[in-house]
């Protein structure tokens, strides 16, 4: 598969970036088809030195079928030879990495228990309205007769959050017995 990526070049701590068009299975800065350009991410972003880029050689290649890396893509998009990529969302990009490895260990653990307290919760909540709800309607205008299947919906709902209720609380216990003995 043929791609538009950098491959670096300069000193160290001083890069120089070339666009090459190369296919994927080749290195970083090795073997290359064509290069199309020079990015040079030392240099303020509003000089014009910054970004070289031979248009007509990039669009030929995209033409072609390659893909341009994100990096690439965004510098085609800023000098409006393709369409700038949306913006990705990485939130562990801000966390350093020793940090993730933490919180990856301690997230599926955390949200299984989550999950159990908000279902338990939810159904309480959800009784509470449905008695709330059903309370005001015979005060308003509803007929007698409606009045005795509320009551029945509500014994209904009752003993069917009622179970649920219980196997959350035992998924919270033994969610949380492996936690202690880890400790």
């Given at each position: 598969?043929?791609?538009?990526?950098?491959?670096?070049?300069?000193?160290?701590?001083?890069?120089?970036?070339?666009?090459?068009?190369?296919?994927?299975r080749f290195a970083r800065?090795?073997?290359?088809?064509?290069?199309?350009?020079?990015?040079?991410?030392?240099?303020?972003?509003?000089?014009?030195?910054?970004?070289?880029?031979?248009?007509?050689?990039?669009?030929?290649?995209?033409?072609?079928?390659?893909?341009?890396?994100?990096?690439?893509?965004?510098?085609?998009?800023?000098?409006?030879?393709?369409?700038?990529?949306a913006n990705g969302n990485?939130?562990?990009?801000?966390?350093?990495?020793?940090?993730?490895?933490?919180?990856?260990?301690?997230?599926?653990?955390?949200?299984?228990?989550?999950?159990?307290?908000?279902?338990?919760?939810?159904?309480?909540?959800?009784?509470?309205?449905a008695e709330v709800a059903?309370?005001?309607?015979?005060?308003?205008?509803?007929?007698?007769?409606?009045?005795?299947?509320?009551?029945?919906?509500?014994?209904?709902?009752?003993?069917?959050?009622?179970?649920?209720?219980?196997?959350?609380?035992?998924?919270?216990?033994?969610?949380?017995?492996?936690?202690?003995?880890?400790?």
């Open positions: 598969m043929l791609k538009l990526r950098l491959s670096r070049g300069g000193t160290k701590k001083r890069p120089v970036y070339k666009v090459v068009v190369a296919d994927s800065d090795g073997r290359f088809i064509e290069k199309v350009g020079f990015f040079n991410p030392l240099l303020p972003k509003d000089k014009k030195e910054r970004i070289g880029l031979e248009a007509e050689r990039v669009k030929y290649w995209l033409g072609q079928g390659a893909q341009p890396t994100t990096r690439v893509a965004r510098i085609l998009g800023e000098n409006e030879l393709m369409p700038m990529p990485n939130p562990q990009k801000a966390i350093a990495k020793k940090d993730r490895k933490k919180e990856d260990d301690e997230a599926p653990k955390a949200e299984v228990a989550k999950a159990e307290v908000a279902k338990a919760e939810v159904p309480k909540a959800e009784v509470a309205k059903k309370a005001e309607v015979p005060k308003a205008e509803a007929p007698k007769a409606e009045a005795p299947k509320a009551e029945v919906a509500k014994a209904e709902v009752a003993k069917a959050e009622a179970p649920k209720a219980e196997v959350a609380k035992a998924e919270v216990a033994k969610a949380e017995a492996p936690k202690k003995e880890t400790k």
